[in-house]
């Protein structure tokens, strides 16, 4: 997850000063773990120490990627703080489970500052206000307004629970994962092709989902309705747990829903078919075919696969889709209700399943980017989509980790002042995860500078 610096262009150099590194943030072959604790004190178990305060606050002083986060919140190509960052809502849940609303920093060193005095165990993002959130006791309720902020969508596997058979609650593993593949793949798509955004960046949210930010400036002025409008488009999956069929799609699909089609097509066998064993097990088995709105077509296939239910699952599948030709066949009037089924029993075990209120309400709350969750130990890290197949939910970082990772290097790259400076981040495996944010905030400030660039050529003008 390098970046490729062979295709750097003039733009990237001008805002690579804006990462630069100062002597506070560098550390070479002095261990700042090791002054505290030494590595081999920190072998326990990652989630019972998620949440040490002590871990925390070495991993927001040597870890968290400071610069580039500032850069990112902040949405200017200067250093200097600007109404972004400064009116924006942070939230600090602490370790013993306080929860600390409506914060907010002038600067940099101030947010790091208190980033290593309190040692949240979780960091929330809020939205960008017309004031400083700080501040709101200042002001009447109805003069303290949410101006902005990212679109964001949350994708929970526990919202997977009805149809996944390899796990459940907060358990996820590589197989039920690849319904969190799926997901960004169809949403990506969507977000950037039919309503023009480009700079989305999806992160783990460290235990069982994902999370996807959108930093355009055209997302970050959407209002609420706007906001709905776009989840509306995006929704497919509607109703209960105790509905059967969820996907009632018409015959003609629209363009965005045939491109996620062709998504679900290369993956459908491997979910259904192999990971969830959906057609091996009458109690799996039988959710499907309450899909199917025939009786008729219910009951035979329903005698047919328990006199074979070790029958080969993608040959259940084309039995699925042969009885409901042959019901049709039979019937031509049933043509309306069945002939488009098992389409949509594939888009209803494969589509993303998406959190409405975390999209549709500015001031929601979403858990930031590069917080260590508390149950599990690992940072909640992004997610390239170019890779997305590759990523494994288990394989992100843990403070731990993190350390040993650091020693290692240290015991292998001796101190001299000809080395290159490197923050402790750059000598772990947080490295490419941190290059792929950095790529994201860059693109962001290339549209600030080009902005700019433009504002300045038509003052001129006059």
Same mark, same amino acid.
């Given at each position: 997850?390098?970046?490729? $610096?062979?295709?750097?262009?003039?733009?990237?150099?001008?805002?690579?000063?804006?990462?630069?590194?100062?002597?506070?943030?560098?550390?070479?072959?002095?261990?700042?773990?090791?002054?505290?604790?030494?590595?081999?004190?920190?072998?326990?178990?990652?989630?019972?120490?998620?949440?040490?305060?002590?871990?925390?606050?070495?991993?927001?002083?040597?870890?968290?990627?400071?610069?580039?986060?500032?850069?990112?919140?902040?949405?200017?190509?200067?250093?200097?703080?600007?109404?972004?960052?400064?009116?924006?809502?942070?939230?600090? $849940?602490?370790?013993?489970? $306080?929860?600390?609303?409506?914060?907010?920093?002038?600067?940099?060193?101030?947010?790091?500052?208190?980033?290593?005095?309190?040692?949240?165990?979780?960091?929330?993002?809020?939205?960008?206000?017309?004031?400083?959130?700080?501040?709101?006791?200042?002001?009447?309720?109805?003069?303290?307004?949410?101006?902005?902020?990212?679109?964001?969508?949350?994708?929970?596997?526990?919202?997977?629970?009805?149809?996944?058979?390899?796990?459940?609650?907060?358990?996820?593993?590589?197989?039920?994962?690849?319904?969190?593949?799926?997901?960004?793949?169809?949403?990506?798509?969507?977000?950037?092709?039919?309503?023009?955004?480009?700079?989305?960046?999806?992160?783990?949210?460290?235990?069982?989902?994902?999370?996807?930010?959108?930093?355009?400036?055209?997302?970050?002025?959407?209002?609420?309705?706007?906001?709905?409008?776009?989840?509306?488009?995006?929704?497919?999956?509607?109703?209960?747990?105790?509905?059967?069929?969820?996907?009632?799609?018409?015959?003609?699909?629209?363009?965005?829903? &045939?491109?996620?089609?062709?998504?679900?097509?290369?993956?459908?066998?491997?979910?259904?078919?192999?990971?969830?064993?959906?057609?091996?097990?009458?109690?799996?088995?039988?959710?499907?075919?309450?899909?199917?709105?025939?009786?008729?077509?219910?009951?035979?296939?329903?005698?047919?696969?328990?006199?074979?239910?070790?029958?080969?699952?993608?040959?259940?599948?084309?039995?699925?889709?042969?009885?409901?030709?042959?019901?049709?066949?039979?019937?031509?009037?049933?043509?309306?209700?069945?002939?488009?089924?098992?389409?949509?029993?594939?888009?209803?075990?494969?589509?993303?399943?998406?959190?409405?209120?975390?999209?549709?309400?500015?001031?929601?709350?979403?858990? &930031?980017?590069?917080?260590?969750?508390?149950?599990?130990?690992?940072?909640?890290?992004?997610?390239?989509?170019?890779?997305?197949?590759?990523?494994?939910?288990? &394989?992100?970082?843990?403070?731990?980790?993190?350390?040993?990772?650091?020693?290692?290097?240290?015991?292998?790259?001796?101190?001299?002042?000809?080395?290159?400076?490197?923050?402790?981040?750059?000598?772990?495996?947080?490295?490419?995860?941190?290059?792929?944010?950095?790529?994201?905030?860059?693109?962001?400030?290339?549209?600030?500078?080009?902005?700019?660039?433009?504002?300045?050529?038509?003052?001129?003008?006059?």
């Amino acid at each position: 997850m390098d970046i490729d $610096t062979n295709n750097k262009t003039s733009a990237d150099d001008e805002l690579d000063h804006l990462f630069d590194m100062d002597d506070s943030d560098v550390f070479r072959a002095d261990n700042p773990w090791a002054r505290t604790a030494p590595v081999n004190s920190l072998s326990a178990n990652a989630s019972d120490l998620a949440d040490s305060p002590l871990l925390l606050k070495l991993f927001y002083q040597h870890f968290f990627p400071m610069k580039p986060y500032f850069q990112w919140l902040n949405y200017d190509t200067s250093p200097t703080p600007s109404r972004s960052f400064m009116n924006r809502e942070f939230c600090f $849940t602490l370790h013993d489970d $306080t929860y600390i609303r409506f914060q907010s920093y002038k600067t940099m060193d101030e947010f790091r500052q208190e980033l290593t005095r309190l040692c949240p165990a979780k960091i929330d993002l809020g939205a960008i206000y017309n004031i400083r959130p700080k501040d709101k006791s200042m002001v009447r309720p109805a003069a303290f307004i949410p101006v902005s902020k990212e679109l964001v969508f949350d994708i929970d596997m526990t919202d997977y629970d009805e149809i996944r058979t390899c796990c459940s609650g907060g358990s996820v593993c590589t197989k039920c994962w690849e319904f969190m593949t799926v997901a960004m793949k169809i949403i990506d798509a969507a977000l950037k092709d039919d309503f023009g955004f480009k700079h989305l960046l999806w992160v783990y949210s460290g235990r069982r989902g994902i999370h996807c930010w959108i930093g355009d400036e055209r997302a970050r002025k959407l209002n609420n309705e706007q906001r709905k409008s776009i989840v509306s488009y995006l929704e497919v999956i509607k109703g209960g747990t105790q509905q059967g069929r969820k996907v009632k799609l018409p015959s003609t699909l629209h363009p965005s829903l &045939s491109r996620s089609y062709e998504i679900i097509g290369q993956h459908f066998p491997s979910i259904v078919f192999d990971s969830q064993d959906v057609l091996t097990e009458p109690e799996n088995w039988e959710k499907v075919l309450a899909i199917i709105p025939d009786d008729g077509v219910q009951a035979s296939l329903r005698s047919e696969w328990e006199k074979s239910p070790t029958r080969d699952p993608s040959k259940k599948w084309e039995d699925l889709k042969d009885a409901i030709g042959s019901a049709i066949a039979a019937a031509p009037k049933k043509r309306q209700t069945l002939e488009h089924v098992p389409r949509d029993i594939m888009f209803q075990y494969t589509y993303p399943r998406l959190d409405e209120k975390v999209s549709t309400n500015i001031n929601h709350l979403l858990k &930031s980017p590069f917080c260590v969750h508390p149950k599990t130990g690992r940072v909640c890290v992004p997610i390239p989509i170019e890779t997305c197949e590759e990523f494994d939910p288990s &394989s992100p970082p843990t403070i731990p980790l993190l350390a040993r990772e650091l020693d290692e290097y240290d015991a292998k790259h001796s101190s001299s002042e000809s080395e290159p400076k490197l923050q402790a981040w750059q000598k772990t495996s947080l490295r490419g995860h941190v290059e792929v944010f950095e790529r994201f905030v860059k693109g962001i400030l290339k549209d600030v500078a080009e902005k700019k660039k433009s504002e300045s050529s038509k003052s001129l003008d006059f």
